[in-house]
């Protein structure tokens, strides 16, 4: 992983010089050469600029992606074994509670039966 990006910052840092190269031969409009072909492209200086920007902020957005994405795998996962554990649990006190003799059964009080004197009903 560490090669990985190693070759980002490698990528980053040539980038970076390509364009002050280019901004340094080309005060006013920008001559940007086609890496793969014979042929440049010509563009105002700001315009290079906001390109170069959106460029760089959807590199760096690739570069945060990874550490991201193991943050969530991370999260899933303990949340995964949470629930595991939690289930061993209450597996666990449901079979101890189930073991156990249970106590002399108290009605509850609502099932409490309260008799009111003929007097003070009317």
Same mark, same amino acid.
């Given at each position: 992983?560490?090669? =990985?990006?190693?070759?980002?910052?490698?990528?980053?840092?040539?980038?970076?010089?390509?364009?002050?190269? =280019?901004?340094?031969?080309?005060?006013?409009? =920008?001559?940007?050469?086609?890496?793969?072909?014979?042929?440049?492209?010509?563009?105002?200086?700001?315009?290079?600029?906001?390109?170069?920007?959106?460029?760089?902020?959807?590199?760096?957005?690739?570069?945060?992606?990874?550490?991201?994405?193991?943050?969530?795998?991370?999260?899933?996962?303990?949340?995964?074994?949470?629930?595991?554990?939690?289930?061993?649990?209450?597996?666990?006190?449901?079979?101890?509670?189930?073991?156990?003799?249970?106590?002399?059964?108290?009605?509850?009080?609502?099932? =409490?039966?309260?008799?009111?004197?003929?007097?003070?009903?009317?």
């Amino acid at each position: 992983m560490r090669f =990985v990006q190693f070759l980002q910052v490698l990528l980053l840092l040539l980038l970076g010089g390509y364009l002050l190269l =280019v901004s340094l031969e080309n005060p006013g409009r =920008v001559r940007l050469p086609l890496p793969f072909a014979d042929g440049e492209m010509l563009l105002p200086t700001g315009l290079a600029l906001g390109l170069a920007l959106l460029l760089g902020a959807v590199y760096c957005a690739l570069l945060l992606l990874p550490p991201l994405a193991r943050l969530r795998m991370r999260r899933r996962a303990d949340l995964r074994r949470r629930r595991e554990a939690e289930e061993r649990l209450q597996l666990t006190l449901r079979s101890r509670l189930g073991e156990a003799a249970p106590l002399a059964v108290q009605p509850p009080p609502s099932s =409490v039966s309260v008799s009111i004197p003929a007097e003070a009903r009317s």
